[in-house]
């Protein structure tokens, strides 16, 4: 089973760059999106008749959201954590499968002024606590662009960011946190080195010059390790500032 995750800034601006010739190579079984900035009536089913969507706008209209791709039927699928001053923003998704449990995540971002850093810390309490609630049902595997880059091998020049957002110490506590519960970066079982990442500034070359953040991961219960083949980053792909990500399981 191939499961495939992408920030793609924007679904509809996706839709008119290459979001789809990606899909058609790709051929995930499932397509988790992050920041879609759409409501479903803004795009119509654009994609193979083989995928369903499932969508989770947030109440701001163009702001945040995720959604689903899946050509294999979810038991069912949810949104929010179920915690009303988190659900707002369109942010998670949760797709019951028959042996584990798919969340679709976007992490807050703290803003560069850290402004919202503090609300980043109880989002992630929060998260980890619906994860491990649902891990007591099923294993989980989550997803998505989780706004921070966890070690110093996850960003080209962490000694310029360490008070930076998505680099601050609190949000790298927060990462360790998911790991500290039993969680696995997939990325990780394969790749111990740096210079691997999965956004870049549109701002200096960046992305050509390969000065990057790694801040899009599959993350992982321990008792699905034994299922994992293979994770991977498709840093060639363009269409957003983000790059996809993806596991196969066996």
Same mark, same amino acid.
């Not at 850093?117 to 099923?138: I, N, S």
């Not at 994992?228 to 993806?246: T, W």
């Given at each position: 089973m191939k499961l495939v995750s992408?920030? $793609?800034?924007?679904?509809?601006?996706?839709?008119?760059?290459?979001?789809?010739?990606?899909? &058609?190579?790709?051929?995930p079984d499932v397509l988790c999106v992050q920041e879609s900035k759409a409501l479903p009536d803004e795009v119509g089913p654009q994609w193979?008749?083989?995928?369903?969507? !499932?969508?989770?706008?947030?109440?701001?209209?163009?702001?945040? +959201?995720?959604?689903?791709?899946?050509r294999v039927e979810p038991l069912q699928v949810q949104n929010g954590i179920g915690v009303p001053e988190h659900d707002t923003e369109g942010r998670v998704q949760t797709a019951?499968?028959?042996? !584990?449990?798919?969340?679709?995540?976007? =992490?807050?971002?703290?803003?560069?002024?850290?402004?919202?850093? +503090?609300?980043?810390?109880?989002?992630?309490?929060?998260?980890? =606590?619906?994860?491990? &609630?649902?891990?007591?049902?099923?294993?989980v595997l989550w997803c998505g662009d989780f706004n921070v880059a966890h070690t110093e091998l996850d960003l080209a020049r962490p000694k310029q960011n360490t008070r930076t957002h998505g680099f601050t110490a609190e949000e790298r506590a927060g990462f360790d946190a998911f790991v500290g519960a039993g969680f696995i970066d997939t990325f990780r079982e394969f790749e111990k080195e740096g210079g691997h990442y999965t956004w870049w500034s549109q701002m200096g070359g960046a992305r050509g010059r390969n000065i990057g953040w790694r801040i899009d991961y599959f993350?992982?219960?321990? #008792?699905?390790?034994?299922?994992?083949? #293979? &994770?991977?980053?498709?840093?060639? $792909?363009?269409?957003?500032?983000?790059?996809? =990500? +993806? =596991?196969?399981? $066996?």
């Open positions: 992408w920030n $793609v800034n924007g679904i509809r601006a996706g839709l008119r760059k290459n979001f789809l010739p990606f899909l &058609a190579e790709e051929s193979p008749a083989e995928y369903k969507a !499932f969508w989770n706008p947030a109440e701001r209209k163009g702001y945040s +959201g995720t959604m689903l791709l899946t019951e499968f028959a042996d !584990f449990f798919l969340v679709n995540v976007y =992490v807050p971002n703290t803003k560069r002024d850290l402004s919202r850093l +503090g609300y980043r810390q109880e989002w992630d309490r929060a998260l980890l =606590v619906y994860l491990k &609630a649902l891990e007591t049902r099923k294993p993350l992982m219960s321990a #008792a699905l390790r034994g299922r994992l083949k #293979a &994770a991977y980053i498709r840093p060639g $792909v363009m269409g957003s500032d983000h790059c996809p =990500v +993806g =596991v196969e399981l $066996v």
